[in-house]
């Protein structure tokens, strides 16, 4: 009798069959697809940051323009 193989040799067996090609290539797919996902979402990530930053300076110039009539306005009186 033969016996059938478990565990590694089951894994061994899997990638030299029929349709180990098939598997190894979807599996290949997926991992490459997993890279560039992870090189795409760095990317919008690293945009988003800059663009934050540009918001932020833009909010600030506009409350320090805003600050600044305030303080030059005659018909306030400092409240």
Known sequence: ?????TGAEAIF???????GIIYMAIL????????????KVMTFM???????????QAIESL???NSLTKSLDPKSNGS
């Not at 009798?1 to 193989?5: A, D, L, R, Y």
């Not at 067996?13 to 349709?19: C, E, S, T, V």
């Not at 690293?46 to 930053?53: C, L, R």
């Open 13 to 19: 067996g899997l990638l030299f069959g029929l349709f």
């Open 46 to 56: 690293k945009n988003k940051t800059e663009n934050d930053k540009r918001l932020l």
């Open 28 to 39: 290949l797919f997926i991992a490459i697809l997993s890279i560039v996902f992870i090189f």
């Open 1 to 5: 009798m033969t016996e059938t193989g």
């Open 63 to 65: 409350n320090n323009t």
